[in-house]
């Protein structure tokens, strides 16, 4: 069976600091990762995706990802945050070969912004 | 493009009674997925849906059955309401030949009271 840790259920930061979501899977089999995001009553925004290749993926909006294969982590980088990234990021994964709509999202961690 | 859409986006029901949520699917896309989003949960699957026919299922009871519609779009039904039901039901299209990126809705907030 697969599941997805997010360490941290919140985290404050300040504007314009860097930040860091952890996110760690467990999984006997080779899996895609993501990173959704979740703004206050919406659904859910895919932020960045790992499926092959680089190992370290990037979104338009300044957030990268690094997966790391042996240490079973895709965590979350930006190196200076905006008031705008405020929202909940929800990291999952998926079998590699199966059908994505069986995701495993972890709980979620809380990025809150501060000016 | 309208993306996936959902509806209704809030409802509130009674214990016992029966619900049905619905979602088209974003333009091109064949394949439909259910989740439940407990508040401060992430995301569960409940099923899937390709060809009109569920193809994956979480851990959820009978109670949860769906449906396609040869246009892709879905439904989630829910019998027997229970409280533990109140959520955030989201549904997710993608291409089930190309599964490599899920697209959701904005969801439909259930109540159950």
């Known amino acids: 069976a697969q599941s997805v840790t997010q360490l941290d259920s919140q985290v404050p930061v300040f504007e314009e600091a860097p930040v860091e979501l952890r996110c760690n899977y467990s999984?006997?089999?080779?899996?895609?990762l993501f990173w959704y995001v979740q703004y206050p009553n919406q659904g859910l925004q895919l932020l960045l995706k790992?499926?092959?290749?680089?190992?370290l993926v990037e979104s338009i909006n300044g957030f990268e990802a690094e997966f790391n294969k042996s240490q079973t982590s895709f965590h979350l980088r930006k190196p200076s945050v905006h008031i705008s990234d405020t929202a909940e990021y929800f990291c999952a994964v998926s079998n590699y070969g199966g059908s994505q709509g069986n995701l495993i999202f972890g709980k979620g961690t809380k990025l809150s912004v501060k000016p | 493009d309208a993306g996936v859409t959902q509806s209704p986006t809030h409802l509130i029901k009674t214990r016992g009674q029966q619900v049905t949520l619905r979602c088209s699917p974003k333009?091109?896309?064949?394949?439909v997925s259910w989740y439940q989003q407990a508040l401060g949960q992430g995301p569960q699957f409940i099923f899937q849906?390709?060809?009109?026919?569920?193809?994956q299922r979480g851990n959820f009871p009978d109670r949860f059955s769906g449906h396609q519609f040869p246009n892709y779009s879905s439904e989630l039904n829910v019998n027997a309401l229970l409280l533990g039901d109140s959520a955030l039901y989201l549904c997710?299209?993608?291409?089930?030949?190309?599964?490599?990126?899920?697209?959701f809705g904005q969801g439909t907030r259930l109540t159950v009271v």
């Open positions: 333009s091109g896309h064949d394949t």
């Open positions: 790992y499926l092959s290749g680089s190992t």
């Open positions: 997710a299209s993608s291409l089930y030949v190309k599964n490599t990126e899920a697209f």
């Open positions: 999984s006997s089999v080779s899996v895609y």
């Open positions: 849906y390709y060809e009109e026919e569920e193809r």
